[in-house]
Nanobody, 121 residues
């Protein structure tokens, strides 16, 4: 069974920083992409940043220049450093990965349980 285990998050004042971490565990062959999404109350889940294997990261326009995603392929982890946080960054943040569990299986979506980030004004 594949799991994505998240850590980090919490409450911070506007202008502050937080770091989220996510680690993949279980039995699988490869991870083609890892990243972070978020969902604010009453809104759809949206992409924050992704780090495809062998390619450069992508960011939502709203976080460019403030957030940095970093991936450690040997450790199968992905971190999100969030600086200059704004109240509109408040959301539940979800780790995401595209994972193949065998040579005969196409990559599937896996999600972490979510971690709350709250930015006070």
């Amino acid at each position: 069974q594949v799991q994505l285990l998240e850590s980090g998050g919490g409450l911070v004042q506007a202008g502050g920083s937080l770091r989220l971490s996510c680690a993949a565990s279980g039995s699988y062959i490869s991870i083609s992409s890892m990243g972070w999404y978020r969902q604010a109350p009453g809104k759809q889940r949206e992409l924050v940043a992704t780090a495809p294997r062998g390619d450069g990261p992508t960011y939502a326009d709203s976080v460019k220049g403030r957030f940095t995603i970093s991936r450690d392929n040997p450790k199968n982890t992905v971190d999100l450093q969030m600086n200059s946080l704004k109240p509109e960054d408040t959301a539940v943040y979800y780790c995401h990965a595209l994972i193949s569990r065998s040579l005969y299986e196409s990559p599937r979506d896996y999600w972490g349980q979510g971690t709350q980030v709250t930015v006070s004004s």
